[in-house]
């Protein structure tokens, strides 16, 4: 079973930048298309950005394209999300999540085998 562990999150001012990471526990992770997701408080969980197993294809939320930046290190089993621009609606707990061997880029939450347990962003306005 493929465990994630997310790290990064903080306070940051609104404009400002800040990169979360999620480690994998195992050599499986090549073979994950790794997804981000967040979750505001009263809302739905909802996708940011995925990248697949092959790091060839990402896929971005409209509402974070042209801020965020998903990359992969498959030596180190670690995905990043680079967050620039961030406005205080981008505050939210984020979730990395993995999908076995998927051979697109999923949006939807219930595609993804295995979670992290979250890293807090909040961004101050």
């Known amino acids: 079973q493929l465990q994630l562990v997310e790290s990064g999150g903080g306070l940051v001012q609104a404009g400002g930048s800040l990169k979360v990471s999620c480690a994998a526990s195992d050599r499986t992770f090549n073979y994950y298309t790794m997804g981000w997701f967040r979750q505001a408080p009263g809302k739905e969980r909802e996708f940011v950005a995925a990248i697949m197993w092959s790091g060839g294809t990402r896929n971005y939320a409209d509402s974070v394209k042209g801020r965020f930046t998903i990359s992969r290190d498959n030596a180190k089993k670690t995905v990043y999300l680079e967050m620039n621009s961030l406005k205080p609606e981008d505050t939210a707990l984020y979730y990395c999540?993995?999908?076995?061997?998927?051979?697109?880029?999923?949006?939807?939450?219930?595609?993804?085998?295995?979670w992290g347990q979250g890293t807090q962003v909040t961004v101050s306005s």
């Open positions: 999540a993995a999908d076995y061997f998927s051979d697109y880029v999923s949006t939807r939450s219930a595609e993804y085998d295995y």
